[in-house]
C-alpha cells in the first residue's frame, strides 16, 4: 500500500489491544487514545528539518540542531479526534490547532459539516489531520477538502485503525496524503462501522453511550 505507514511499534501495538477491548472504560480509552497518539506522533514527526545552532554550554560551544521555522498545525476532527490532540500537543506544545466538525449522518452514511476553525497562516503549514477511525474514508476525505481548499499543500492523516476501504478512497481522493496508522482492518458492517474496529470512538472517549 503506496502512501501507507502501519506503525509496529510493540508498545503501540499493545496499547491497541486495550483499546479495543470492550472492557476498557472511558477514562482508560481517554487515556489510551492520548498515548498512542504521542507516540505516533514521534514517528509522524521524524522528517521534520532541522537546522544548526551553537549553543554555549558550561564548558564550551556547541555545534547543535533545533527544529527549523518550518510550521506544523493539527486539526482534528471532531469529536474523536478531540482524543488524539494532548498526546500532540505534549510533543509540540507550541503547534497551533484547526479544528474540522464532521458527523456522518447514519443514514447516508455522508459527512455532514457543521464548524470548521482553521490557523490564519494555514496554508504556510505542514498540517496533521487526526481522528481515530477511518472508516468509509468519508469523513477524512471531506475534511482533507477542506483544508485543501484553504491552500495547505502538504497534508498528512493520523488515524488508529484504518479499514482497507478507507485506505483506498483516500488514494482515490487524496494520492498525495499520506497515511499513519496502528491497524489496518479487513472490512466494514451493514453500519460502516469497522469490524473488528473497536466500536464508536466518539462515544467511548466521551462516554456517550
Ligand atoms: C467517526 C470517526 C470518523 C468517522 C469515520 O465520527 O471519528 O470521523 O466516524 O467514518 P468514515 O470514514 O466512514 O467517514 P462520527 O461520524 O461517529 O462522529 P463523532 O466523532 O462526532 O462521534
Ligand atoms: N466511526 C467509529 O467511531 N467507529 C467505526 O468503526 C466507524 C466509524
Redesign the pocket.
Known sequence: MENVFVFDHPLIQHKISLLRDKNTDTKEFRELVSEIAMLMGYEVTRNMPLKEVEIETPIGIAKTKIISGKKLGIVPILR?GLGMVDGMLNLLPMVKVGHIGLY?DPETLQPVEYYCKLPVDVEEREIVVLD??L?TGGSASAAIQFIKNRGVKNIKLMCL?A?KSGIERLQKDHPDVSIYCAAVDEK?NDH???VP???????RLFGTK
Open positions: 474523536a456522518r481515530p477511525m472508516a485503525i479499514a466494514l460502516a462501522y469497522i474496529g473497536l466500536g464508536d470512538a466518539g462515544d
